[in-house]
């Protein structure tokens, strides 16, 4: 969706920061008008439009060079002869199918005094110019247009789902008594309405929209047909699950075509028979976990059987490690997807016939919650989120074996019976800082796929609210750590306050020899902090800076910075108050 005025101006007020580019989203842009090429700029109107209608719209910001750090540098505008009806008429005559872009002036005090504002609303893609090119908005950048992008484009809008094409077949002779039965009891798991259940088999489909004018659908196939109705019908739909015995061999093999639902029974059946209990005692008490959470699993399964692309031909494939289980689908993230937003992002269905019929048996969520429910179902076990990356034209999600931790389960526990019930954001910061010690806002704000300013709000309701953090320090040396009460409850009973020094690795970056241990963290932090003054030139620090980074005292500091100085990480250059702390390359003298 475009950006609000008001966006753009707040904007604005930061490129004293950061250049353009870097303030920049799937729904926005910032483009220089050149002056001496009238017609070119114009034609960049319309292709910067073309983009923006394509990936979903968006707000194009004319007149600021996006590579340029200053304000005053930056904000060129755009001339007063360019006229923004002129602007209007280019974009709609120049587009197949016709946009009309919202186009607004926004007085700004430098450079010629206006920017144009070029608000494109979503429609129904693709989009090209005349001559039928075409780009389209992924990230911050421009595609082209090519074959696959357009047919992506088709199945993202709906109007090319490929799991509502009915079929000229009777019904009786596709659904499978057992996929239907599968499928009763998955929904029912699920609490959907039991009215809706106790429908006869056509009804029930008929109910949630898989056979449309008394045909099924290929949706309605892939819910309750027979195998041999799935490979006659959606031959690309295939499950395989590999026992590998090393990262090129495997040991068993099964696959099929069977529906969904029995697909995902069947897939769930042969991991958990190898996924490991894991049994832990708190009092009198002895509780069993499974190396994998079988919420987890789940998810992540029907999101491959559902989500993936059905005229793609490719399994879903399961591969089971000794260490880790990879899930596979054909068909790359949708939309503007990626996974470094995928936890949060708005729902977005390649298949919505299949997909609502889904939701309204409660095997999905319409919200999307399915992702933070795995996301919850692995952190709540003090166990690593799933990983997940498009490879080529498909999406892998991974699962790495690792075991519970029994004092942050616990610590979940305790919370819940106080009716305090943690998300997953609440529980990726926490599981961050009892393994790192702390976390500042850019590390939140990656680690959470949220901006900077809503993970500092969910940070703050941690420390106001909850007492499970501290913020300390102000302005780049800001950072956050686990109260002490907190940190009781949630660190190992080895974790002692002053562990091992600080290791510098091989690639450059700050390690741990004790990742518990706090005093390496404070030391860790203002390592970053010294390395971060020599890289952009600012001055050094001195004792002060690192008591309001650390909340040390004056002696605290003195001698974290004389142990850093012995591990040849901090050259102390002067003595007493002005001393200052300068950053040492590994093995420099």
């Not at 196939?221 to 109705?229: C, E, F, M, Q, T």
């Not at 390592?527 to 971060?532: A, E, G, H, Q, S």
Request: hydrophobic share 40%.
């Amino acid at each position: 969706m475009p950006r609000s005025r008001r966006d753009v101006e707040g904007l604005l007020d930061r490129l004293d920061e950061f250049p353009a580019h870097d303030l920049e989203f799937q729904n926005l842009d910032f483009k220089e008008w050149d002056p001496c090429r009238l017609n070119q700029s114009v034609r960049s109107a319309v292709t910067s439009a073309v983009c923006m209608a394509n990936g979903g719209g968006g707000t194009v910001v004319f007149g600021v060079a996006d590579k340029v750090v200053g304000r005053d540098r930056a904000i060129v505008g755009v001339p007063p002869e360019v006229s923004v009806n002129r602007l209007k008429l280019a974009v709609h005559d120049g587009t197949d199918p016709k946009l009309t872009p919202v186009f607004e002036e926004l007085m700004v005090p430098e450079g010629t005094g206006r920017l144009i504002l070029m608000r494109v609303h979503p429609g129904i893609p693709p989009y090209t110019d005349t001559a039928g090119r075409g780009t389209v908005r992924v990230g911050t950048d421009c595609k082209p247009l090519t074959g696959t992008m357009r047919r992506k484009l088709l199945e993202e809008s709906g109007e090319n789902d490929y799991t509502a094409v009915t079929i000229d077949a009777p019904l009786p002779g596709l659904i499978s008594p057992a996929a239907m039965e599968t499928l009763r009891e998955a929904a029912k798991l699920d609490r959907a309405p039991p009215d809706l259940l106790r429908l006869g088999d056509t009804d029930l489909l008929r109910a949630i929209g898989v056979i449309r004018d008394g045909r099924p659908t290929r949706a309605a196939v892939l819910l309750a047909g027979s195998p041999d109705a799935v490979r006659d019908h959606v031959p690309s739909f295939l499950w395989t699950h590999l026992r590998m015995s090393s990262d090129t061999e495997y040991s068993d093999r099964a696959d099929g075509h069977h529906a969904i639902p029995v697909a995902l029974s069947r897939l769930l059946d042969r991991i958990m028979a190898n996924n490991l209990i894991e049994t832990v005692r708190r009092g009198v008490y002895h509780f069993e976990y499974r190396t994998y959470p079988k919420t987890a699993l789940r998810e992540a399964l029907l999101n491959a059987l559902c989500h993936g692309a059905f005229r793609v031909a490719g399994p879903r494939i399961v591969r089971q490690y000794a260490d880790r289980i990879e899930i596979s689908n054909p068909g790359g993230l949708i939309g503007d997807i990626t996974p470094d937003n995928i936890l949060h992002h708005a729902p977005a269905a390649r298949n919505p016939c299949l997909v609502q019929a889904l939701v309204r048996l409660r095997l999905v969520n319409r919200s999307k919650l399915g992702m933070e429910r795995m996301y919850s179902a692995l952190l709540i076990e003090g166990k690593p989120p799933p990983e997940i990356e498009e490879v080529g034209g498909s999406v892998r999600l991974t699962f790495r074996a690792s075991s519970v931790s029994p004092r942050f389960r616990g610590f979940v526990g305790e919370e819940a019976r106080k009716e305090i019930v943690l998300g997953a954001d609440q529980l990726l910061l926490l599981r961050h800082m009892v393994r790192h010690g702390e976390i500042d806002n850019p590390t939140a704000s990656r680690l959470c796929q949220r901006r900077e300013s809503a993970v500092a709000a969910v940070l703050a309701r941690m420390e106001s609210e909850l007492g499970y953090v501290e913020h300390r320090g102000s302005g780049p040396g800001a950072y956050w750590m686990l109260s002490p009460e907190a940190h009781a409850r949630l660190a190992p009973a080895n974790d002692f306050r002053e562990g091992p020094k600080v290791v510098f690795g091989a690639d450059g970056t700050v390690t741990h020899r004790d990742p518990h241990g706090a005093w390496d963290g404070l030391k860790a932090r203002v390592i970053r902090v010294i390395r971060r003054c020599a890289d952009t030139g600012a001055d050094p620090l001195v004792n002060a800076d690192v008591r309001r980074i650390t909340g040390l005292d004056r002696h605290q500091v003195r001698r974290m910075i004389h142990e850093l100085r012995d591990d040849g990480l901090v050259v102390i250059e002067g003595h007493g108050r002005a001393a200052r702390y300068l950053y040492a390359s590994p093995g420099s003298e």
